[in-house]
């Protein structure tokens, strides 16, 4: 693969193309390639030949909402293209739609035969990613039926069926086979001097368990008009600060993101919610700590998100234990999905649980959004749901009988299930890892701040002070034990975790800023890790590292052992403000602000952690997600932290 991949977003579909708006069929690797619903490849295949022949690109895709590019004939300069090929695409709910327009560069008439080469091959995304697993498919079939305007592509296993139907306006002249089970659409245009023809070509998948009637837009240009709208009542009634206004241009762009990456989900009672996906591409559906960071940093503007979130996380919440699942009573889902491998249990993520700080964080956003809004009403909902949670933090959690909240290694899915999820993100300053059970330091802070709200919600809305007692002295006492365990004095700094044995896990990590927003520090230890993660080694210049330079175990393309996080750095801004330690806030804001206006006032959802001081312009991670909405909703967090100044 030489093309770059531009990625197009809308809700919960997906479609990567290359520079000249073709889709490969390329198998594997870390980006992706055609069009994805559900967690499908629906498109796998989708070139343009002209005259027999790929065309040049004269102006290549460029990153944008929409994809669009010029192309001519193969030529050279004392044979000047007979024609020009204006392409531009754009993705809708479970479609994708094509304008090629063709228009003719001689005074004489021409005739150009264009043919469009599709296929679905319907590939879980599991398996394309550069994990390099296999996965039986036993009966499974693929099939194509002929249209009069296009072609029909399905695929079958046992119950599971999905369909991909391309059409076309003018319908094709020919479907033709091509030996690879893809079919090649064909059309021969007779242009008239200097004439001009359109095509307009739409996919539309229908994946397994899909039967809505949907109603797909004509044209590329209409798609965009439908974002454009959605993006504006996204940002409708949000003060931007006006005397930062590279901070407006960060909150504008992340709540245009927002607006793209809502994904549906279900509540309790059946009611159809949208709510914010992890990050394009290929986490494009509800994860629960995700969401629940994503609605917490967006609450003060946006607070139908957590209006969203919340009910749909308490109807994916485990009521039994299941242990390829992870799951245990009370327990909220740390990610859903869709797909066949999914549906089949070949892969544990139709409702996987294995979070230890999901359930903690939906009793903060429940807790804040019923203080933040005034409405009860979610509260009283929720509430058997949310005295589920606590009983999960107090019984499998371990808050009772370890005094913190554990986790296990899952040999099936996740060696870690905090939010620095890969499998050597725990390590000691040398970079080894933790033996036994672990207990990770910031669920610690959420448990805390989950007790609290919770009380305070059980004192003020179901009016059970008992409850409420007891909440209360649980979050005292975990205060008690934690800066009694976890601090190091030699460091002035709590350690990341404590192993099985209770040995202090010592990396200096960027997870004691999440503390601090969690209120878990008595002041005097707060300042002193605010004022210690603005220091070099922890601060690039764009924002906290993960883990601090110096230690044996830093790098800074690390996922999780060195890079910068955008959600990361939001918290810590949050929590600085909190402590009372603006300028430290501000330092943050400043840093992940020029951060993003480097990349059209986007943050990514990594970056690598090279100072700013040797590099000047900040480092891209080479697999982040394009889209994230963590990340898209970190400048609001940083918008409530310091303000717009």
Known sequence: MTDRHHLLVHGGTFAAVGDRGDISGYRGGSAPDGMFVRDARHLSRWQLTVDGAVPETLTPVADGDTAACV???????NEPAAYTLFREQAVGDASFVESLRVTSNRPVPTTVRLAVTADADFTDQ??????????????????????????????RRGEWRSVTTVTA???????????????RLVWTLDLPPHGTAELILRVIARPHGDKRALRVPRSPAAL?????????????????????????????????????????????????????????????????????????????????????????????????????????????VHEVRHGELAHFGQVPYGRYYGSVDATPLFLVLLGAYTEQTGDTALAHRLEPHARAAVGWMLDHGGLTSRGYLVYRADQGGLANQNWKDSPGAICSAEGTRPNGPVTAAGAQGYAYDALRRTAWVARAVWQDGTYADLLEQAAGDLRDRFQRDFWMPEHS???????????????????????????????????????????????SGWGVRTLAAGQPAFHPLSYHRGSVWPHDNALIALGLARYGLHDEARAIARGLVDAAAATGHRLPEVLA???RDTHPE?????????????????????????GGV
């Open 71 to 77: 192309l001519v004939p193969r030529g050279g300069r």
């Open 126 to 155: 599991f398996e394309l990613r550069s994990d390099h697993r296999t996965y039986a498919k036993a009966g499974a079939v693929r099939s194509r039926k002929v249209l009069g305007h296009g072609v029909e592509f399905s695929y």
């Open 169 to 183: 306006e003018p319908q094709p002249d020919a479907v033709e086979e091509t030996g690879t089970g893809a079919r």
């Open 224 to 332: 965009q008009e439908q974002r454009r709208a959605r993006e504006g009542e996204f940002m409708e009634g949000v003060a931007f600060p006006s005397g930062w206004p590279e901070l407006a241009a960060a909150c504008a762009r992340g709540l245009a993101d927002l607006a793209a990456l809502q994904v549906p989900a279900t509540g309790p009672d059946g009611e159809e919610l949208r709510v914010p996906a992890a990050g394009a591409p290929w986490f494009l559906t509800l994860l629960g700590r995700d969401a629940l960071l994503t609605s917490l940093f967006a609450l003060p503007y946006r607070p139908r998100l957590a209006a969203a979130t919340l009910p749909a996380l308490a109807a994916t919440q485990a009521t039994q234990a299941g242990a390829d699942e992870i799951a245990q009573p009370g327990k909220i």
């Open 493 to 539: 700094f709590p350690a990341l975790a404590l192993d099985g044995r209770g040995d202090r896990v010592d990396a200096l990590a960027s997870d004691a800023g999440h503390l601090l927003w969690s209120g878990l520090l008595d002041k005097e230890y707060g300042e002193l890790v605010g004022r210690r993660l603005l220091e070099p080694d922890f601060f």
């Open 609 to 611: 952690g090279y100072g």
């Open 618 to 642: 900040p480092v891209p991670y080479p697999h982040a997600c394009v889209r994230e909405s963590r990340s898209a909703s970190a400048p609001l967090a940083l918008l409530t932290a310091v």
